[in-house]
């Protein structure tokens, strides 16, 4: 090759260096070449903490509280004049016993409200989104499940917070409901502790179980249908063998009354 030739293989190859350069300038700065598609990107939704610890979740937001005008702040039961219960579950305890529940609950058609406890989603972030993709009410139950009414203003927030916290990770919602542990109802420090944390109304009951005194199932069933009426709320548990037991004899009752199990924004709404 000639000195000539030499020269013009060079610069053909400088050319050709210059045109690839600018091909791959555009192919990864399409903010350039588009800036509205930049600076308006699709909706996507908010990201939550994967379950497992992993990359975050795209799931969308879980349902959050909501304001029912007319109401008081302490909810004990919903309207009378509709044929519905809500059967609400204090949320924590052995997994297997929550997973047989709300398989149970869902065999029979009804949905339910659990009230979580946030040390129980710490050791098993995996049943929020469980709950959740049942079609049921997610809540909070305080952090630890102490005796919130006898705590310090401090200490009562931190509870409610924590798990409201908790919650917020894992589904990207406090919950749509608070319930004071240790207690049927909160006291006027933690019910305003409560709509400082962003629930409107505090959820109470108008029906025990008793199902927490291990009474045998027999009994836990007496008991909420000797009680149980149209807008009734009645509080269970998850972590009792008893209270499985009892849950398909409850249920079957309450279609043959003419009584839907639904979930408590359902009740109220």
């Not at 589904?171 to 629930?199: D, E, K, M, Q």
């Amino acid at each position: 090759m000639t000195s000539t030739d030499r020269r013009t293989a060079l610069r053909n190859g400088a050319g050709l260096l210059a045109a690839g350069a600018f091909t791959a300038g555009c192919a990864t700065s399409g903010a350039v070449a588009h800036p509205a598609a930049s600076a308006h990107p699709a909706a996507k939704p908010s990201p939550t903490q994967s379950p497992s610890g992993g990359p975050p979740s795209t799931e969308p937001p879980a349902p959050g509280p909501r304001s029912y005008p007319g109401q008081p702040a302490q909810l004990t039961h919903g309207p009378r004049i509709r044929p519905r219960v809500a059967l609400t579950f204090h949320g924590q305890g052995d997994p297997a016993i929550a997973r047989a529940i709300l398989t149970e609950a869902e065999k029979h058609g009804a949905h339910i409200t659990v009230l979580a406890v946030g040390t129980w989603l710490d050791q098993h972030p995996e049943l929020a989104r469980r709950v959740l993709d049942g079609g049921h009410d997610l809540g909070n139950h305080t952090q630890r499940h102490l005796d919130i009414n006898a705590m310090t203003e401090a200490d009562a927030r931190a509870e409610i917070t924590a798990c409201a916290g908790r919650l917020k990770q894992l589904t990207g919602s406090i919950g749509t409901w608070f319930r004071p542990s240790r207690a049927p109802r909160a006291s006027p420090r933690v019910a305003r502790l409560a709509r400082g944390a962003g629930y409107p109304h505090v959820l109470s009951f108008d029906v025990d179980s008793l199902d927490f005194t291990k009474p045998g199932a027999d009994a836990v069933t007496r008991k909420v249908l000797a009680e149980v009426r149209d807008g009734s709320v009645v509080s269970l548990h998850f972590g009792y063998p008893d209270t499985v037991a009892a849950l398909p004899a409850v249920l079957e009752e309450l279609t043959r009354r003419g009584l839907s199990a639904v979930t408590t924004t359902e009740l109220f709404s």
